[in-house]
């Protein structure tokens, strides 16, 4: 039996496992563990497959089980972790307004949670790519004479500042409300970075020179990253 069908048959049996516990077990906190982790299942099932077709139902599945404990089971400690669930599901799914949108729904609804640095870093990380995805379409025009070209890069560039602004805003929230958090300096020198991308100059020196002047900071070079791009 390979890897893959042994995974598959022990995930089986540990949901005929939870199903059971679910249906005999009356406290909220239980069921809400077997919800979240039949939700885990689901999902598991979905990344393992290698038919795209299949994942679909199985992502469904997973979005089902999670979406409902924080309505069903508010109170129990599982109502945000599968919060944050539902939002990666979507995201796996490519579903990238509803993921976001479910990110934006935990930070709102469970503020002082744990997962909210890890929230806060996938919403930056969210908006800077819609905003480099405007500025890669303007990339090979910008060399170009004519005036569509001209306009049409002048157009995708004014598309891509508010992205890369939100995105900035974002991190520097993050490095500011979670300044001993292990992802704190990263943020802070994205939070810089998209400052200098959305052309907020006086900002991006200001966030690089508080990432270069924080020795905490020293993890995989970020740092020096500020320094190069300061």
């Given at each position: ?226 320094l190069y791009w300061c």
């Amino acid at each position: 039996m390979d890897q893959e069908s042994l995974a598959r048959r022990e995930m089986g049996q540990a949901r005929k496992l939870l199903l059971e516990a679910l249906a005999t077990h009356r406290d909220d906190e239980m069921r809400a563990h077997a919800e979240y982790l039949l939700g885990n299942l689901a999902q598991e099932y979905a990344d393992l497959s290698k038919n795209e077709e299949a994942k679909l139902p199985l992502y469904q599945d997973a979005l089902a089980r999670f979406s409902k404990i924080p309505t069903d089971y508010p109170d129990t400690e599982f109502a945000p972790k599968a919060q944050f669930k539902t939002a990666l599901v979507y995201e796996k799914m490519g579903e990238i307004e509803n993921s976001v949108e479910e990110y934006v729904k935990l930070a709102y609804k469970y503020p002082d949670d744990e997962l909210i640095p890890t929230v806060m870093s996938r919403l930056g990380g969210y908006f800077k790519k819609k905003g480099m995805s405007y500025k890669k379409q303007a990339d090979p025009l910008r060399e170009n004479e004519d005036v569509e070209s001209k306009a049409e890069v002048l157009r995708l560039d004014e598309l891509s500042y508010p992205e890369f602004l939100k995105a900035a805003m974002v991190y520097s929230k993050l490095q500011q409300r979670f300044p001993d958090n292990p992802l704190a300096g990263l943020a802070g020198l994205s939070a810089a970075q998209n400052y200098m991308r959305a052309h907020q100059y006086k900002q991006a020196i200001a966030g690089f020179e508080v990432v270069i002047n924080n020795e905490e900071y020293d993890g995989s070079d970020i740092r020096a990253q500020a320094l190069y791009w300061c």
